[in-house]
C-alpha cells in the first residue's frame, strides 16, 4: 500500500510539472483569492508570481519579512503572503492548488508523505518540493522548582504541558517522546491539554509541573514561553541518553546543544547547554511553480539576505549558500524544485546526494 502511495504521488507530481494543470485560478497573476485573469499558470514558462501560505505568529512576520526584501530586490518577482492554518493546513492547501508555495515544518512533510498524524485520515496526493531552510524552533524541557524533577526520566508520573494540541512543537515533541526508547517514561507521563494562554496560569498554580520551552536560538522564546518565566521559577531538565537516541533517530526533526548563555531566559535555569530537538522549517513549492520564481526568490534570500534579517531577525542568517540546505530532508519522495537547484549549482552549492525531480 504504501509503495502504491509514493507511487502514485510520483506520477502526480510529474504529471503536475508537465502539464500544469488546475492552477489557473488560483496561482495566475492579478489581485485577490480569484486570481485575476488567471496567468499563464505555467510550471517552466515565464510566472514569476509566488502565493505564498504562511501559518499565523512568527512564521507569518518572516513571510512578510521575505515579501519586504523581494519588493526591495527584485524587479520581476511578484510575492505575495497569503494566512494559512498551521503548517498542517499550508500543506492541504498547497495540495488543493491554493497557492503555489508555503512555509511548512519537516515534520508535517515527512507524515504527509508516509500517511501519519493528520494525515492518516485524509491524505495528499502531492508533497510539495523541498526549496531552502528558513528557521528552526528548537525545543527542550525546563520543570517548576519544587518538584524534584531532575531528568527526563522523573517527568514519569509528572503534569507535563508539551504546547497547545494542534501546535507543531507539540506534535514533534510527542512524536520524539513516544519511540523507543523513551516510550516508557512517555507513556507515564500526565499529558496537559490546554490553551497556550491558560498554560503559564497553570504553572504558577501548580497544574503543570514541566512544559517546553522553545523558540530560534539567539533570538527569541515564544510568547507562553516568556510570560512563565516572568512569572515561575523553572529549571533545566536534564536530557538522559534515552531522549538523546530518540530525538537523534526520529526523521522528521534535527537536534542541536546551544550555550544557554546565546540564548537565555530571564532566569538561571541550571544549565550552561541545553539539548534541543528542532522543528526544522522550510520553504516548500507546489511543483508547477515556475523554475525562474523559485530561482529568483533563492537568489533574494541568498543575496540579501541581511535584508530579510532586518525586518525579522528570526530568518536564517545564512553565512554561506550552503547553509540554505541546513534542513533539508533527504528521500526520493522529497526532490528540490528544479528552480533551486539550478540556483544552487550555478552557485557550486548544490550537494549530490540530495533529491531531485530527476
Given at each position: ?298 537568489r533574494v534570500v541568498d543575496e540579501h539576505n ?53
Open positions: 500500500m504504501a509503495d502504491d502511495t509514493v507511487n502514485r504521488r510520483r506520477f502526480l507530481q510529474g504529471a503536475v510539472a508537465a502539464s500544469a494543470i488546475g492552477l489557473a485560478g488560483c496561482m495566475g497573476g492579478g489581485d485577490g483569492g480569484d486570481g485575476g485573469d488567471g496567468g499563464d499558470g505555467g510550471g517552466g514558462g515565464g510566472d514569476m508570481q509566488l502565493r505564498v501560505g504562511t501559518s499565523a505568529g512568527g512564521t507569518q512576520d518572516v513571510g512578510l519579512a521575505v515579501e519586504r526584501a523581494v519588493s526591495q530586490n527584485s524587479d520581476e518577482l511578484d510575492y505575495s503572503t497569503v494566512e494559512s492554518p498551521g503548517y498542517i493546513g499550508t500543506l492541504y492547501r498547497l495540495d488543493q492548488d491554493q497557492f503555489n508555495a508555503g512555509i511548512v515544518d519537516n515534520n508535517s512533510m515527512t507524515k504527509a508523505a508516509d500517511d501519519r498524524g493528520s494525515f492518516s485520515d485524509r491524505g495528499v496526493d502531492m508533497i510539495p518540493y523541498q526549496g531552502f531552510y528558513a528557521f528552526p524552533y528548537s525545543i527542550y524541557v525546563v520543570a517548576r522548582d519544587g518538584t524534584g524533577i531532575e531528568t527526563f526520566d522523573d517527568l514519569a508520573g509528572a503534569n507535563v504541558y508539551p504546547a497547545e494540541p494542534g501546535y507543531s512543537t507539540r506534535a514533534t515533541t510527542l512524536d520524539v517522546w513516544s519511540q523507543d526508547p523513551t516510550a516508557d517514561v512517555y507513556d507515564e507521563m500526565n499529558i496537559m491539554d490546554m490553551g497556550v494562554s491558560d498554560a503559564p496560569g497553570a504553572m504558577e498554580e501548580g497544574r503543570i509541573d514541566a512544559a517546553i520551552a522553545y523558540g530560534t536560538p539567539g533570538v527569541s522564546y515564544t510568547g507562553f514561553v516568556t510570560e512563565y518565566d516572568a512569572r515561575v521559577d523553572v529549571h533545566y531538565v536534564e536530557e538522559t541518553d534515552a531522549l538523546v537516541e530518540s530525538a537523534e533517530s526520529y526523521a522528521g526533526a534535527g537536534t542541536s546543544r546551544t550555550s544557554y548563555g546565546d540564548w537565555s531566559l530571564e532566569q538561571d535555569i541550571g544549565t550552561d547547554e541545553v539539548f534541543t530537538w528542532d522543528l526544522q522549517v522550510n520553504y516548500v513549492f507546489h511543483p508547477d511553480a515556475s523554475n525562474e520564481a523559485v530561482y529568483e526568490l533563492c541581511d535584508a530579510v534579517n532586518e525586518a525579522e531577525d528570526q530568518f536564517n542568517d545564512f553565512e554561506s549558500t550552503e547553509d540554505m540546505l541546513g534542513a533539508a530532508l533527504e528521500g526520493d519522495e522529497f526532490p528540490f524544485h528544479p528552480g533551486a537547484v539550478e540556483y544552487y549549482q550555478e552557485k557550486d552549492a548544490w550537494d549530490d546526494s540530495l533529491p531531485t525531480t530527476e
